[in-house]
T-cell receptor, first 116, second 110 residues
Framework: GAVVSQHPSRVICKSGTSVKIECRSL??????MFWYRQFPKQSLMLMAT?????????EQGVEKDKFLINHASLTLSTLTVTSAHPEDSSFYIC????????????FGSGTRLTVV | EDQVTQSPEALRLQEGESSSLNCSYT??????LFWYRQDPGKGPEFLFT???AGEEKEKERLKATLTKKESFLHITAPKPEDSATYLC???????????FGAGTRLTVKP
């Protein structure tokens, strides 16, 4: 149990376009979703935390207008990278917690974003 | 500021050669220390959570221990399939998020 599905696994987009990444909890209600970013050979850096039905809380230095997070239901959160630039190329990972899924237990499989 | 430091950065072992990975941390009130395995291009896979000094947990060839300042992930008689990056993370009282270390890249040669 406690599976998180993240899509797409890989995406290549042109500079200036927007990309949406989905994170779904398949068998539990995700009251809280976390979005992380990971650069090669570096640790995961928390970008934002979202509670279902509320606005996301962004970490210092993360542009909320660039990384739009929506958590409108208990099973789906989305991260939209708006007007993407090459420096936004990274590995994005979501994590979810809720009843049936303890904090820190479930992570998505990640999305490799490449902006060309 | 909460900090998590993992060492070594990379570790190469022969199959069957036991070793330990270190995770040193400074947090203002530990609410849990987490170990994960991460394969290339994948999200972290949960291994263990430790909550208090002296606690130990085991899973197959892995054993995690915790003191007030650090945690060790002991790997006994590793196999090539244990090759991965092992991440350590801490959850502190003040912040409800998780702080990750940079990881240890483990390679086990047959």
């Amino acid at each position: 149990g406690a599976v998180v599905s993240q899509h797409p696994s890989r995406v290549i987009c042109k500079s200036g376009t927007s990309v949406k990444i989905e994170c779904r909890s398949l068998d539990f209600q995700a009251t809280t979703m976390f979005w992380y970013r990971q650069f090669p050979k570096q640790s995961l850096m928390l970008m934002a935390t979202s509670n279902e039905g509320s606005k996301a809380t962004y970490e210092q230095g993360v542009e909320k207008d660039k990384f739009l997070i929506n958590h409108a239901s208990l099973t789906l959160s989305t991260l939209t990278v708006t007007s993407a630039h090459p420096e936004d190329s990274s590995f994005y990972i979501c994590s979810a917690s809720g009843q049936g899924a303890n904090y820190g237990y479930t992570f998505g499989s990640g999305t490799r974003l490449t902006v060309v | 500021e909460d900090q998590v430091t993992q060492s070594p950065e990379a570790l190469r072992l022969q199959e069957g050669e036991s070793s330990s990975l270190n995770c040193s941390y400074t947090v203002s009130g530990l609410r849990g220390l987490f170990w994960y395995r991460q394969d290339p291009g994948k999200g972290p896979e949960f291994l263990f959570t430790l909550y208090s000094a002296g606690e130990e947990k085991e899973k197959e060839r892995l054993k995690a221990t915790l003191t007030k300042k650090e945690s060790f992930l002991h790997i006994t008689a590793p196999k090539p399939e244990d090759s991965a990056t092992y991440l350590c993370a801490v959850r502190a009282n003040v912040n409800n998020d998780m702080r990750f270390g940079a990881g240890t890249r483990l390679t086990v040669k047959p």
